[in-house]
């Protein structure tokens, strides 16, 4: 165990632990090991600050608060309203919008109740497909959204030569649009590396007697930021993760602007998909909103948008393809073919994970392969720059990428790239 990991505060809740579950909190123990000591590039996963994970770790798990402050089925709850309502105005701050409801246990949540506050079973509706960059929560098959709801979709399509190919085509949402008069269209992806154009879906929408429905969780953090434009006012209804670029506690949040909307919102996740609210997350997401009102945020941000610039342009220099030509945003998506067409994204994210640098195989548009396959990985920078990496120190991980992936995962590289890993990691220690 590092110094700088029994030192820390997850260590010091740990001894605790340990006193009560020595089991349990060995296995803690050693994850929080790997996270110390392993590079971070998944680009939904993130360090939450101590203080996020102190509030999630509090007393306020133990109390029942079915309702919503002020209107509870339970007593007792006159705490439990005062950090619902502060999370509530806090994330209405932070994104400037006039309703938000914070008790959605996950994005997947959040968005099964903003389907039902916006459509009937068996409506149409309009995303991006999943192996697109979409979200199994935006249609997929065996998903509640594909299972009771009727999608269609718009298409990214694979093309090197002109990557521009590989964007959104607003043109072709519009022809999907008229086509198919969806109830609903929604917008925000899980791979994309693109600026949204929220007042673009908005006017499309319209012409179709639509709702917009922006699904934010990637984004979040840097829409919080102003480093990426606002779903407001253009959407109807928003949703969004809260522990991605956001750097919250794991869950989900439902924002609108429309009084009529909010109070199908607020039905459709209590009662209509949730029980009893987890307080102690909810305490936990108006810690992370606070977080994110300070001017710290706002710089934290503009590193994470500089770093995934200067990833995605060392992977190129080092032969690399980024779908799309590039990023705009927090995340990239490595195209391996160019660099070797039998080379999958499997193969690459376990030889990565050896070498301490945590990927994840992600599809490219038309990616032949399936997603257990696939031919492309996701990369994103929120994590790192959370650790304090910096421009120079993305340079340095996209040739350890190059060097394991070149070598095929040869042992000796992996065991010396791994080494290599290590100590940038005890140069820049996490602060649980
Ligand atoms: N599973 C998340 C991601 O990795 O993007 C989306 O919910």
């Given amino acids: 165990m590092s110094t700088q990991t029994t030192q820390s505060i997850d260590s010091a809740i740990l001894d605790s632990l340990a006193a009560a579950d020595p089991q349990v909190a060995d296995i803690v123990r050693a994850e929080a090991e790997r996270q110390e000591y392993t590079i971070e ?20 798990t133990n109390k029942y608060a079915e309702g919503y402050p002020g209107r509870r089925y339970y007593g007792g709850c006159a705490h439990h309203d005062q950090v619902e309502q502060l999370a509530r105005d806090r994330a209405k701050e932070l994104f400037g919008c006039r309703f938000a409801n914070v008790q959605p246990h996950s994005g997947a949540t959040a968005n099964a109740a903003a389907f039902m506050a916006i459509m009937e079973p068996g409506d149409t509706f309009l995303s991006l497909v999943l192996k697109d960059g979409g979200h199994l929560s935006h249609g997929m098959h065996l998903n509640f959204s594909g299972i009771f709801y009727n999608p ?15 964007q959104i085509d607003y043109e072709s949402v519009r ?17 994309y590396s693109r600026e949204i154009d929220f007042a673009k879906f908005r006017e499309i929408a319209d012409e179709v007697g639509a709702v917009l429905m922006a699904d934010i969780a990637h984004i979040a953090g840097l829409v919080a930021a102003g480093e990426h434009p606002s779903p407001f006012p253009h959407a109807h209804i928003v949703t969004t993760t809260t522990h991605k670029s ?7 949040l439902i924002m609108t602007n429309d009084e009529d909307l909010n109070k199908l919102i607020n039905r459709n996740v209590f009662p209509g998909v949730q029980g009893g609210p987890l307080m ?16 710290e945020f706002k710089a ?16 190129t220099s ?30 690459a994210e376990k030889w990565l994970e050896d070498a301490g640098l945590i990927t994840n195989k992600n599809g490219i548009p038309d990616d032949p392969r399936s997603p257990m396959i696939t031919s492309g990985l996701r990369l994103g920078t929120p994590a790192t720059t959370t650790r304090g990496f910096k421009e120079s120190e ?20 992996i065991a010396t790239v791994r080494g290599e890993v290590k100590s940038l990691c005890e140069r820049f220690p996490l602060h649980h």
């Fill in 41 to 60: 590039l998944i680009a939904s996963e993130n360090h939450a600050s101590p203080a996020v994970t102190i509030a999630a770790g509090t007393c306020m």
């Fill in 152 to 166: 269609v979709h718009y298409a990214l399509h694979y093309d090197k030569d002109h990557p521009q190919h590989e």
């Fill in 175 to 191: 022809k999907a649009a008229h086509e198919h008069k969806p109830k609903a269209i929604l917008c925000g992806y899980s791979a």
């Fill in 246 to 252: 956001l750097r919250g506690p794991r869950g989900g």
């Fill in 280 to 295: 102690h997350i909810i305490t936990a997401k108006a810690v992370a909103f606070g977080e994110a009102l300070k001017p």
């Fill in 300 to 315: 934290y941000q503009q590193q994470v948008k500089k770093n995934a610039k200067a990833l995605a342009s060392a992977m």
């Fill in 318 to 347: 080092n032969g690399f393809r980024i779908t799309s030509g590039g990023t705009d945003n927090h995340l990239m998506l490595v195209d391996l073919t160019v660099k070797d067409e039998e080379l999958t994204g499997k193969e």
């Fill in 394 to 413: 993305m340079s340095t991980i996209a040739e350890w990428i190059n060097r394991v992936i070149e070598s095929k995962g040869d042992d000796s590289t």
